[in-house]
């Protein structure tokens, strides 16, 4: 449980210097918070900013007496890493990533993935990239791994009212427990630490493209489909808000700008 | 079931004339929907103008082989009008008004209400006046009516994650049959019949009062809350969304601009 502790809060500060290091002027403004349904917090960082128009990278660990949801039973810790970026570039996709750890005195388990959502303006060979960095990853850990993780992500980034994915997927895995810890942490970190990879060579290549107003508003009206699955659909958002957890860092993920 | 669709229909039209009187550039556009879980459907209108930033008045009547939901079972009926206003000038409310009725094989029941949600500047006249309408409507179908309704319209529209409620209030009813169809018919269109007398006097004010920039962030940070409302909570949108309804038609009343 340390190691992922520690593994986590390292990881969320190499996100966060990548990050900076892209942006022209804003920075990351960072806010503690408890949690009220039992022990613990986190930190959720906010950058609003000129290429980053809102990116949030946040950390919690917290503790409780009675799991939320049907999922588990019993008192629980869970920690995770939650990252998201709107990018003011309507040609740069939105990218998503989590990490977490959930114990149980039943049962142990990891789960994250990342995936992408472009803002109304998809380029091939990005999505190609950003696959291909997650089969890259995950091959090691074995054969399908990355195919069922990817398949999965499918299914859960769905937005069953219009039927379509919210983005181009990505990978997507929760309960993961083969029985072997030491090994799952394995896969679960090469996860973390090969997000970077995924997005930065496509921010690099996006956050410079020409757009005109009409782009910028095709993206304020696609990021309204990103807050109903969010809203509507998102495990992560429906467990923290039951859990008691605090809302203004459940719901900055939420874009700067939207419309409808 | 003929008369509640007639008088329907025709207060809609009644609601959008008193809109249009009021706004100086836009107009509504109809669109007619189809209703995939069944039969029937509906028609959105919706404002996009000066004075109304964005309006919707939709009328809908579907009927299903299975009732969504456990309120009830089996075949259904369901018809109603959903009016939401999203208003240009920040010291202008939101409004919202709602009646439907709905039968199925054991049971027929009136359901609706208005309330009203300032986006970040209420006014306490606004509020009386609006209250005060709502309780004559009221008064004369019962001792206690307006009490009870104006009491689960702070129940109903609360924001359950941050424990506060959506804006001042108003009234809100469900599964309203006391036996006398013919008398709950009565209550539910001087509901109907009242509403511009509640929210018209309201907007000749508002719609002129001077506002700046930073109002107009205030607001739109506001109906960020109304957001998360309409999707983490209403039932209708639920209701809507589970029942194959149409989802343009149930999202059109999400705000035209929001910030987060």
New interface residues.
């Given amino acids: 449980m340390n190691t992922t502790i520690a593994y986590l809060k390292n990881l969320r500060e190499t996100f966060m210097e990548a990050f900076v290091k892209l942006e022209t002027k804003g920075r990351f403004e960072r806010k503690p918070w408890n949690y009220s349904g039992g022990k613990g917090g986190g930190e959720m960082a906010v950058l609003r900013g000129e290429v980053f128009e809102?990116a949030a990278v946040n950390f919690s660990k917290v503790e409780g007496d009675k799991f939320p949801g049907s999922d588990a039973k019993g008192p629980f810790m869970a920690t995770g890493v939650s990252l998201i970026t709107h990018m003011q570039n309507p040609k740069a996709p939105t990218a998503h990533f989590n990490l977490r750890y959930i114990e149980t005195p039943d049962k142990k388990w990891f789960g994250g993935g990342f995936d992408l959502t472009p803002m109304g303006f998809p380029f091939i060979e990005d999505t190609k990239h950003f696959h291909a960095i997650a089969k890259k990853v995950l091959d090691p850990f074995g054969k399908n791994i990355y195919e069922t993780f990817s398949r999965q992500a499918k299914e859960y980034f769905t937005i069953?009212?219009?039927g379509v994915e919210r983005g181009v997927g990505g990978i997507f895995f929760d309960h993961y427990n083969t029985g072997n810890l030491e090994e799952d942490f394995k896969m679960w970190s090469s996860v973390g630490n090969h997000f970077l990879e995924a997005i930065i060579p496509i921010y690099q290549k996006r956050i410079v493209e020409p757009y005109s107003e009409a782009d910028r508003e095709t993206q304020?009206k696609q990021r309204?489909r990103y807050?109903?699955f969010n809203?509507?659909y998102d495990r992560g958002t429906k467990f923290g808000?039951e859990s008691g957890g605090n809302?203004e860092a459940?719901?900055?993920s939420?874009?700067?700008?939207?419309?409808?």
Avoid: A, D, T
């Avoid at 939420?254 to 419309?259: I, M, R, T």
């Fill in positions: 809102k069953k009212h219009y304020l309204g807050v109903e809203l509507i808000l809302p459940i719901l900055c939420l874009p700067p700008l939207v419309s409808w």
